[in-house]
């Protein structure tokens, strides 16, 4: 009997998986793609790759700030859905779209006005000044080019994610593969300047991650539309952007600190890496490499904690609270189970992954140590995203802002500003102790999971 608390039958599984695999394969195939186009352009030299690293560091936040929007909405969405009002599904979707639109503007214009100042935040550390400036060039040009596809990204974002609160996870899972292999046959081409076409180098990945961000927008939002007895949710979902006062109030109320969660979380990871860079020139290079393979692991313990925010989710909404508690606490022990194999895995490419790049033999050694200490965080990151997830699921956006953002900016962020400026502690061990506060967080997040702050009902009420 105890057993049954950790674990599910066959079904739970199957259900679970249902879920967590489409996300899981849209997200390791993008990832995977992502690296490849990370390789590419390193095979190029590791001046372009560190300005388009850079680049990629920037728009982070912005993508991070787009999905803040479309996740708080997305928790009335999963709820609506669970509950069987798509009219109120409608409403969710339509306030994602306009959230997006204010951030798109707005990102745009910060990228546009203050993009290389924000670059030259992290080319402060030992390095040559030709290299530094050419960084700076290749990364700035990048980034211009890439602004182009932030519309789409918006758009897709938003109908992928109603798309998979209501539990369609095939659709933007199909559109995310075809996107990426537009995206690697275009990098391919322009990289390398392939086939007659001319050699892009960094640009030519810019404009190849455009073309297949336009291409997933018009696969998800094509299907959504052609499929109205799969997803009646989005019949006449433009014949207005009108949007019940009270539910718009009570979507902005909850999403608010989450925008402002994922926007701050992700400010907090780039100022983490600021510091790192600080150390010296290489630390930018080496972290890229670390940080896209782990991306490619990651997807497992990123794709179970959205599994956990819809299943829980539309079990909160259908007012069956205990069995979303049990729910919750077995998907929990099942994403560590899958991550210690995903974190096992990753270590074991460490030795081998960066010497795929064109790089310098110190750089290369620097990035298999971060790979092995993220190798080894993975189960406690793995726990402090179920617990985000399972705190988002029941509408605790205010917690689950202390919970994430405020610790990356209070703690997390603060402590690598301390050890970077003040001590001379080696860039391995300042590694290892940022990275490691994860365990204090996970301890936090253990403590309110278990005190069921987290389980509520937020649609109740007639909209």
């Not at 560190?50 to 991070?64: D, K, Y």
Request: positive net charge; proline residues 3%.
């Amino acid at each position: 009997m105890r057993a049954n608390r950790y674990f599910g039958d066959r079904r739970f599984y199957r259900t679970a998986l249902s879920v967590a695999l489409p996300i899981m394969i849209q997200n390791g195939i993008t990832n995977f793609v992502a690296m490849l186009d990370n390789i590419m352009v390193g095979r190029v030299g590791t001046v372009q790759m560190t300005g388009v690293s850079i680049a990629n560091t920037l728009l982070f936040v912005f993508n991070l700030a787009v999905f803040g929007a479309v996740s708080g909405a997305g928790i009335f969405g999963a709820q609506f859905y669970g509950k069987g009002d798509m009219e109120g599904v409608r409403h969710a979707f339509r306030f994602k779209i306009l959230e997006c639109a204010a951030i798109l503007a707005l990102g745009v214009g910060v990228f546009l006005g203050f993009g290389r100042p924000l670059m030259e935040l992290y080319l402060r550390g030992e390095g040559e000044a030709t290299d530094i400036t050419e960084s700076i060039r290749c990364g700035q040009s990048y980034l211009h080019i890439m602004l182009l596809g932030l519309p789409a990204f918006a758009v897709a974002a938003c109908y992928a994610g109603t798309l998979r609160e209501a539990g369609q996870t095939v659709p933007p899972m199909t559109a995310g593969l075809v996107a990426v292999g537009v995206n690697f046959v275009c990098n391919w081409l322009l990289i390398f300047g392939k086939l007659g076409l001319p050699r892009l180098d960094a640009d030519g990945a810019a404009i190849a991650t455009v073309i297949s961000r336009y291409v997933e927008a018009a696969i998800v939002v094509g299907w959504a539309h052609r499929s109205p007895q799969k997803a009646p949710y989005f019949r006449g979902i433009w014949h207005s952007l009108r949007i019940p006062g009270h539910l718009a109030g009570e979507i902005a109320r909850r999403g608010a600190p989450l925008i402002l969660n994922e926007t701050l979380w992700a400010l907090g990871q780039a100022l983490l890496l600021q510091s790192y860079s600080l150390r010296s020139y290489d630390v930018v290079s080496a972290t890229n490499i670390a940080f896209t393979l782990g991306n490619v692991f990651n997807v497992c313990f990123i794709a179970m904690g959205a599994s956990i925010g819809i299943l829980v989710g539309q079990l909160l909404g259908a007012g069956k609270t205990e069995e979303a508690r049990d729910s919750d606490r077995k998907l929990i022990v099942f994403s560590e189970l899958l991550c210690l194999v995903f974190g096992g895995a990753m270590a074991a490419v460490s030795g081998a992954f960066p010497h795929i790049y064109n790089t310098e033999p110190e750089i290369r050694a620097l990035a298999t140590r971060f790979i092995l200490i993220s190798a080894v965080l993975m189960p406690v990151k793995t726990y402090t995203n179920a617990a985000y997830f399972t705190l988002r699921s029941g509408g605790k956006t205010l917690v689950t802002f202390l919970f994430d953002s405020v610790f990356s900016c209070v703690v997390v962020a603060p402590v690598a500003f301390v050890l970077s400026r003040f001590t001379t502690l080696p860039i391995v061990w300042l590694f290892f102790c940022c990275e490691g506060l994860e365990l204090i967080k996970a301890l936090i997040g253990f403590g309110m999971i278990r005190s069921g702050i987290w389980i509520q009902n937020i649609v109740k009420e007639e909209y």
